[in-house]
């Protein structure tokens, strides 16, 4: 399984920004997506996730401002990130979950200058 993540950049404070994580190779239907983050020295933490059935999970500051949506055919997962603030400053990850695997994307980076 291979992850490609794509939309991060940089944006200014209240700005938005789409990222997009496509899973490819055997990719069973039944998973959980997700969007995690690491800022510079900091560990890394989860953003949010979205079962295959639609079932999302949110940490506490990313609730109201992002939204996480998958595509199921496409094997795709995206991150709309809106009211951006220079806190959101990270690289961000996509992983997929199944049968007590995970499989992490390459990361994508998203400034938010002040």
């Known amino acids: 399984v291979q992850l490609q993540a794509s939309g991060g950049g940089l944006v200014q404070a209240g700005g938005s920004l789409r990222l997009s994580c496509a899973a490819s190779g055997s990719v069973f239907r039944h998973n959980v997506m997700g969007w995690y983050r690491q800022a510079p020295g900091k560990q890394r933490e989860l953003v949010a996730t979205i079962s295959s059935g639609g079932v999302t999970n949110y940490q506490d500051s990313a609730k109201g401002r992002f939204t996480i949506s998958r595509d199921g055919a496409k094997n795709t997962v995206y991150l709309q990130m809106n009211r951006l603030k220079p806190d959101d400053t990270a690289v961000y990850y996509c992983?997929?979950?199944?049968?007590?695997?995970?499989?992490w994307g390459q990361g994508t980076e998203v400034t938010v200058s002040s």
């Open positions: 992983k997929l979950a199944y049968g007590g695997h995970d499989y």
